[in-house]
């Protein structure tokens, strides 16, 4: 009895033989788009559905007209949907892992491969960046009939990461899948990948093998010190929109997540309502106004000016000082027509042995409009 292995981007191998049979399945796997494969194909079979195009890359690969470096180039520049960040402390020298052709024609051997150059843009003059492909092999079974024993993997997903040299920085890009796995001696249907028992662990490899050297980005100082102080303190330039949050502290957990609705702001809205009760309530209190003349414009002047104090001290509690565990954000212009950074960020708490086997435990982000290669981009800047 079997449950089906579901994955938005990632390689399922079925058993493929390596050579042709592997090659195809790959090729016309989610890794590649139709997009991607039309803008490889030869001029004359630019055009057709994305089974006919696999076929025809992967002839091309096969006779050797279009490199396993090209192809893979071509599949990396749509980005992911998960990021992690490290600070280099030295430049980085690229040095030659894995061949990246033994991914194309067989499913490899789990690690790094590269160096790949991959250009950032279309134009022929874009800069190019250097991109390393991280592969795992990950089991996937079929769920047994009651009394029947576990048997061998029916199928394998590949996970794959990249990792993007930048100027001071590296940057990691992963999407996840679910999988029908083993836990405690049973087969558990469609488990996420607990992909953040593993990240660490590939990037420390990597800065091994390049005799690399490179620290964890603190997420809280970031967030807070550097986009909160860029962008939240200049709203005639740009607006910062607080979408979420899920904080415990002092035994009290905080999950808040914002309105559908376009033109409400979630947190900063909560905190608003929190801040104009708790004024109204300090100048209820008699010896508020006791021996002063006040005119109501200028109780209404000063209440004002205490709730927008009251207002963003509250938000800073919340995000800041409540031992936050993941945060929700969205940086626009200031007409709110452009997004620049649309993200949730997990901050990397390990308080306790339950928040260690949780995605919060690892520091990362899950990135929204324009995907991680554009968040990475935007957030280099920032380190």
Same mark, same amino acid.
């Given at each position: ?27 016309s796997s989610p890794v590649f788009t139709a997009k991607t ?30 490199? &396993? ?17 490290? *600070? ?5 020298? &690229? ?16 690690? /790094?491969?590269?160096?790949? $150059?991959?250009?950032? $843009? ?11 492909? %991280? ?5 996937? %079974? ?10 061998? &993997? ?31 001696? *049973? ?17 420390? #490899? ?6 690399? @050297? /490179? ?15 860029? %962008? ?16 415990? !502290? ?53 209440? +004002?000016?205490?709730? +927008?104090?009251?207002?963003? @001290? ?7 000082? /409540?031992?936050?565990?993941? %945060? ?6 200031? @007409? ?7 993200? #949730? ?15 919060? !435990?690892?520091?990362?982000l899950r990135c929204y409009a324009g995907g991680s290669i ?10």
């Amino acid at each position: 009895m079997g449950s089906e292995a579901r994955s938005s981007t990632t390689f399922v191998d079925n058993g493929y033989a390596p050579g042709d049979d592997f090659r195809l399945a790959f090729i016309s796997s989610p890794v590649f788009t139709a997009k991607t494969l039309a803008k490889l194909a030869p001029r004359r079979n630019k055009q057709g559905v994305k089974t006919a195009l696999a076929d025809v890359i992967a002839k091309e690969v096969a006779a050797g007209r279009l490199t &396993p470096e090209a192809l893979f180039a071509a599949g990396l520049g749509h980005g992911s949907r998960y990021l992690a960040l490290r *600070k280099t402390l030295e430049p980085v020298t &690229p040095r030659p892992l894995g061949d990246v052709a033994s991914l194309v024609e067989s499913f490899g051997e789990d690690g /790094w491969h590269g160096p790949i $150059g991959v250009a950032v $843009g279309d134009s022929p003059h874009s800069p190019v960046e250097t991109v390393y492909v %991280y592969t795992q092999r990950v089991a996937h %079974y079929d769920v047994p009939a009651a009394g029947d024993a576990i048997g061998n &993997p029916s199928k394998h997903f590949r996970w794959m990461m990249m990792a993007r040299l930048h100027e001071g920085a590296v940057s990691v890009h992963w999407d996840n899948f679910t999988h029908n796995s083993i836990v405690r001696g *049973k087969v558990r249907a469609d488990e996420q990948f607990q992909y953040w028992h593993h990240v660490d662990a590939a990037l420390d #490899k990597l800065a091994q093998l390049l005799g690399a @050297s /490179w620290a964890h980005v603190p997420m809280f100082e970031l967030v807070y010190d550097k986009l909160w102080g860029e %962008y939240d303190l200049k709203p005639e330039k740009y607006g910062l929109l607080h979408l979420g949050i899920n904080a415990e !502290s002092e035994g009290v957990a905080l999950e808040a997540e914002s309105s559908a609705r376009l033109d409400l702001e979630g947190l900063r809205a909560l905190a608003r309502r929190i801040a104009v009760n708790n004024v109204d309530a300090i100048w209820a209190l008699p010896h508020r106004a006791s021996g002063v003349a006040m005119t109501p414009a200028l109780v209404q002047q000063l209440k +004002a000016a205490e709730i +927008a104090a009251c207002e963003r @001290s509250t938000l800073q509690t919340m995000l800041q000082e /409540w031992g936050t565990n993941s %945060y929700g954000f969205k940086i626009t212009t200031a @007409s709110g027509e452009d997004t620049l950074l649309h993200v #949730k960020v997990y901050m990397g708490a390990r308080k306790d042995l339950r928040q260690s086997l949780m995605a919060c !435990s690892l520091a990362h982000l899950r990135c929204y409009a324009g995907g991680s290669i554009d968040a990475a981009r935007f957030l280099v800047k920032h380190l």
